[in-house]
Nanobody, 123 residues
Framework: VQLQASGGGLVQAGGSLRLSCAAS????????MGWFRQAPGKEREFVAG????????YYANSVKGRFTISRDNAKNTMYLQMNSLKPEDTAVYYC?????????????????WGKGTLVTVSS
């Protein structure tokens, strides 16, 4: 599975960004998808996930109510709509995929990774 994330950039606090992740190499509708992020000097952490079998979405507490994960199976693309951004959201964001019913919320459990896209939120 190949994953390509895009959409990162510089935004002021309170602003919005939408990340995209294009997937190829496997039937997208049978992949659980997710987003992780890694801030400078910190470990990679789970942000949001989307299960392929029932469409369940789940979020880290730190982004719940501000971020929305979605997917378009016809376009083989996953999205992360990020609203009310905070400086602490600054990180490299990675898209992830897994053939399991739900993507793991810890990095070591993830099957496929894409290259990251940098999100910088200025105060």
């Amino acid at each position: 599975v190949q994953l390509q994330a895009s959409g990162g950039g510089l935004v002021q606090a309170g602003g919005s960004l939408r990340l995209s992740c294009a997937a190829s190499g496997r039937t997208f509708s049978r992949l659980s998808m997710g987003w992780f992020r890694q801030a400078p000097g910190k470990e990679r952490e789970f942000v949001a996930g989307s299960s392929w079998n029932d469409g369940t979405t789940y979020y880290a507490n730190s982004v719940k109510g501000r971020f929305t994960i979605s997917r378009d199976n016809a376009k083989n693309t996953m999205y992360l709509q990020m609203n009310s951004l905070k400086p602490e959201d600054t990180a490299v964001y990675y898209c992830a995929a897994d053939s399991s019913f739900a993507i793991a919320t810890v990095p070591r459990g993830v099957e496929y990774w894409g290259k990251g896209t940098l999100v910088t939120v200025s105060s």
